[in-house]
């Protein structure tokens, strides 16, 4: 099981940026063999949870077509972090924020919501015009 904590969220105006942190802790940091893939999901007011990126430990990564021009993921193995550059922010990027953990290694895992084994509690993200 993965322990996930996200930070960062906040209010930005649209255009600007946002910096999201999830730190991950559990039984995977003493265990050389487990490597499960993270990932960043949201879910907007009366919308589904949507996925919005992915990494695994070797630096794959899979972007949502919505954010992938504005959005970067990046995974920092030895401090078991993952974060979530939102630059040019749009109103509809509003939303909860949720770091998402698979036991599996493969990116494909943390990019359905399915597949995923364990979940942060959530961080708001609102931007406003």
């Known amino acids: 099981q993965v322990q996930l904590a996200e930070s960062g969220g906040g209010s930005a105006e649209a255009g600007r940026s946002l910096t999201l942190s999830c730190a991950a802790s559990?039984?995977?940091?003493?265990?050389?063999?487990?490597?499960?893939?993270l990932g960043w999901f949201r879910q907007g007011p009366g919308k589904e949870r949507e996925h919005v990126a992915a990494?695994?430990?070797?630096?794959?990564?899979m972007t949502a077509d919505s954010v992938k021009d504005r959005f970067t993921i990046s995974r920092d193995n030895a401090k078991n972090t993952v974060s979530l550059q939102m630059n040019s922010l749009k109103l509809e990027d509003s939303a909860i924020y949720y770091c998402?953990?698979?036991?599996?290694?493969?990116?494909?895992?943390?990019?359905?919501?399915?597949?995923?084994?364990?979940w942060g509690p959530g961080t708001q993200v609102t931007v406003s015009s």
């Open positions: 998402a953990a698979s036991k599996y290694q493969w990116v494909g895992y943390c990019r359905d919501v399915e597949s995923i084994d364990d």
């Open positions: 559990g039984d995977f940091a003493f265990d050389p063999l487990i490597n499960p893939c």
């Open positions: 990494i695994d430990i070797d630096g794959n990564v």
